[in-house]
């Protein structure tokens, strides 16, 4: 009989807390995944955006939708919840990263990392369901392919990977994926609302393929219950504590106890996680490495819209995400698109102004911008028919930029705070993102005979770029001193404690990161034994 309620205890729900699941209740484990989210059925997720107790996460407030965000000082974070994490309210997008990924200083001279990891997306990808290429064009993709010509790339354009069962629009199907293990599915019917929860049941969530496996055999998975604390031992093993996730009274504190633990509760909830345990002294070992190299994917939102275009244009129709094209060598530009009626991202949205002056100027620029044309300014800022009036440009880099995160106390609670980190600084904006976003807006004007305008965000005026992909901070690592973890994702110092999320990615890969991190974890679970096995990885110290 074990002296522990659990083999190992799984923190968080997301690309690399199902990877966990799944692979070490198949070895053999008693597993319990703690996710601080809801459970989602299809139809549980909201319609368009605008219901924001079901799209908002703030749990305080009664909202426990999939859409969270954080402030830092230097950066607007978008990230998932609920079970299933980001896979919930990502645009199923599904990229390998370019070889400058692979050979980053930080962790090349431990592997061969691109023929390591290669066997291992080929299981991410199967697992995911991913289509290679999507399949359709129309408006968006057409725009997006004269917007790379226009820039002189044409050459880089393609269509996207993506992770959706299109099958046949609306008609369902008895699982197409695991022999019929998995959940029943239904063609996808190009909503264009992936980002805000797939109701039609097509989008290739963790819900559809390694947790319901992962539960079929005997995994545990509860929602709502939010982990406050995870405890070194002396006699060896961790105590994890837990409430109910937004709750003011009645918190309903559990504790208890497993050999192992694995922390994936991404890249914002597992480096906070690590700090206070390591302030308070309950993961005293803790690498000082922690917080450094955290990364935004070198990352800017703007994008294009017009006054109005015509209904048969249909901008929203389609995959959240179809298309991308290189504006330089490290530069990657993907068209993104919410669905009809879900118009609330909009509220971030703004003219377009020079990144590269002081706020001030940048201030004065965009009061500038109204003046001259008030009526036309108001007009592109509605929120009416937002999302089918304009394209949203992500721009990400491979660019060696980062932020160190670290704790300060702030209205009585200790929470994270960044300065800029290693390499180039961390960019507030991005002059070739604001090249895409004009030559896209041509091309919608092309495309709809209506002017259109390129745009930016609130956030970019006040010098805070938004990344939808937030990563790094806990990185792997050859030795302590430069990280967190060790090659197999083992927390230096911490015997038992790995950390499978976004947290333990090294470097900014320039793509969409969900299918990095599902091979990240699907490799680091591989080398765990059975359970009541020897453990053959190295030994490290």
Not at 161 to 174: A, Q
Not at 310 to 335: K, W
Not at 476 to 484: E, Q
Request: hydrophobic residues 40%.
């Amino acid at each position: 009989m074990s002296r522990f309620d659990e083999d190992v205890i799984i923190v968080g729900s997301g690309f690399g807390g199902s990877v966990a699941a799944l692979r070490l209740v198949e070895k053999g484990y008693r597993v319990r995944v703690y996710e601080a989210g809801r459970r989602f059925e299809d139809d549980d997720f909201a319609k368009t955006n605008w219901n924001l107790r079901r799209y908002l996460w703030a749990p305080a407030l009664g909202c426990f939708g999939v859409q969270r965000l954080h402030r830092l000082p230097h950066v607007m974070i978008l990230a998932g919840a609920g079970v299933g994490g980001g896979s919930l309210n990502y645009a199923n997008t599904l990229y390998q990263p370019g070889p400058a990924f692979f050979t980053d200083a930080q962790w090349a001279q431990i592997t061969d990392w691109q023929s390591e990891l290669e066997p291992h997306y080929a299981t991410a990808k199967r697992m995911l369901g991913v289509v290679d290429t999507y399949p359709h064009t129309g408006p968006i993709e057409r725009i997006m392919a004269g917007a790379a010509e226009d820039l002189g790339v044409g050459e880089t354009f393609r269509h996207a990977p993506v992770g959706v069962f299109l099958g046949t629009p609306g008609v369902r199907v008895p699982d197409p994926y695991f022999g019929g293990e998995g959940p029943d599915r239904t063609g996808c019917t190009l909503c264009g609302n992936c980002m805000v929860g797939c109701r039609v049941g097509a989008k290739n969530t963790l819900m559809k393929n390694y947790l319901p496996l992962a539960e079929q055999r005997g995994a545990v998975i509860e929602p709502l219950r939010t982990v406050t604390e995870v405890r070194q031992l002396p006699q060896g093993g961790f105590s994890v504590t837990t409430v109910r996730t937004g709750a003011w009274l009645r918190r309903d504190r559990r504790t208890v106890t497993a050999a192992q633990v694995v922390l994936a509760a991404g890249t914002w909830g597992t480096q906070q996680l690590l700090h206070r345990m390591k302030h308070s002294g309950a993961l005293p070992n803790v690498s000082d490495a922690l917080g450094r190299l955290t990364r935004t994917n070198s990352e800017a939102l703007d994008g294009a819209v017009a006054v109005r275009v015509p209904e048969s244009l249909e901008l929203a129709r389609g995959l959240a995400i179809t298309t991308s094209f290189h504006v330089d060598e490290r530069t990657h530009v993907e068209n993104v698109r919410y669905g009809p009626g879900s118009n609330l991202m909009g509220m971030l949205a703004t003219a377009l102004v020079p990144g590269d002056r002081r706020l001030g100027a940048r201030l004065a620029a965009l009061l500038g911008t109204v003046l001259r044309a008030p009526v036309r300014q108001l007009r592109l800022g509605s929120l009416r028919r937002w999302s089918e009036r304009g394209v949203i440009a992500l721009v990400m880099q491979t660019a060696d930029n980062s932020l160190t995160l670290s704790l300060r106390r702030r209205f009585g609670r200790m929470t994270l705070t960044s300065a800029q980190g290693h390499g180039e600084p961390n960019p507030t904006y991005l002059p070739q993102a604001h090249a895409a976003a004009g030559a896209i807006a041509a091309r919608i004007t092309a495309e709809s005979g209506v002017p259109a305008e390129a745009r930016g965000s609130w956030p970019e005026v006040f010098g805070i770029p938004l990344t939808a992909h937030f990563l790094g901070g806990a990185v792997i690592s050859a030795d302590p001193a430069r990280g967190v973890i060790d090659p197999e994702h083992r927390v230096w110092g911490h015997p038992g404690l790995s950390i499978v999320d976004g947290s333990a990615v090294p470097a900014n890969p320039g793509v969409n990161p969900s299918l990095t991190i599902t091979a990240l974890a699907e490799r680091a679970l591989a080398l765990w034994p059975r359970h009541g096995e020897p453990d053959q990885r190295p030994a490290r110290d």
